[in-house]
């Protein structure tokens, strides 16, 4: 069968940093997959080159067998590639329910006077996210007010307020407490639960990562070193040197 995504060859260099070499890697519709490594491991420039936002040096991406790798990062949202981003995009000055609109009437097509989001339907499908996320009780209060948490939360709920198809987060988890972390991790799986969407998460947390992915990356240098359950790449000879317990792991 077709897989959603296909990587093939990507390579990806700035100046003499090697930042993606030779990643293959395919991922069925449906899975859950996280993405591990050190900083600098090239983790956010595999995110970066399969939403669009980068064009890698090297090789193919394909979404179900089509070629997507020319593709802006519009483009391919459109297509149902959606991301949220390791420091949150947001509208600071609009209400949590004010960006989800403007997120879901993006993906609609252009939001205009004539076309408002809430008439669009939108408004129900906002409500319906902020809901299954546990943010109704903030959702109308400027998003400057909201703590970094919190905001992580929104950016997702405005990639899924998209409804994608392929999901990728940049480490969702960054930026939340310790405490907080599986909380976070509980409301955005759960929001997903009822949609079709496949997911790509970055993450630094172990436990986070046995907990909620069926299948782990681990990248180093620019490289796959890694790809299996989250037992077997975890237990890794590479990485455990170069990942969770060597130089350069950032807790
Ligand atoms: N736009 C850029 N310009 C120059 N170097 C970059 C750029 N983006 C990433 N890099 C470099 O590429 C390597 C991989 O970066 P990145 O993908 O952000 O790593 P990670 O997300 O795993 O921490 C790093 O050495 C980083 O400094
Ligand atoms: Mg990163």
């Avoid at 100046?15 to 993606?20: E, Q, R, Y």
Wanted: hydrophobic content about 45%.
């Amino acid at each position: 069968m077709t897989p959603l995504l296909r990587a093939k060859g990507l390579g990806k260099r700035f100046g003499a940093v090697v930042a993606a070499e030779d990643i293959h890697i395919e991922v069925p519709a449906g899975q859950r997959l996280s993405v591990i490594g050190s900083n600098g491991a090239g983790k956010t420039t595999f995110v970066n080159m399969v939403t669009g936002y980068l064009r890698p040096d090297t090789g193919r991406i394909e979404l179900e067998g089509e070629d997507i790798t020319a593709l802006g990062h519009v483009q391919i949202a459109r297509r149902g590639i959606c991301r949220s981003f390791q420091i949150p995009q947001l509208a600071l000055e609009l209400t949590l329910r004010e960006n989800l609109l403007v997120a879901a009437a993006a993906a609609a097509g252009r939001p205009s006077l004539w076309r408002p989001a809430e008439a669009a339907g939108h408004g129900e499908r906002a409500q319906a996210l902020l809901q299954r996320m546990g943010l109704q009780d903030d959702a109308d209060r400027p998003t400057l007010e909201l703590a970094g948490g919190v905001r992580k939360l929104v950016d997702i709920a405005m990639a899924l307020a998209r409804k994608p198809r392929l999901l990728l987060l940049d480490e969702p988890t960054s930026g939340v407490s310790a405490g907080e972390k599986f909380d976070a991790m509980r409301r955005v799986m759960g929001a997903l639960a009822g949609e079709a969407a496949t997911v790509i998460f970055v993450e630094h947390d172990m436990e986070i990562v046995a907990e909620f992915s069926e299948r782990v990356i681990a990248f180093y240098s620019g490289r796959v070193i890694a790809d299996g359950t989250p037992a077997e790449v975890l237990a890794h000879a590479d990485v455990q040197r170069y990942v969770t317990g060597g130089a350069g792991h950032r807790s």
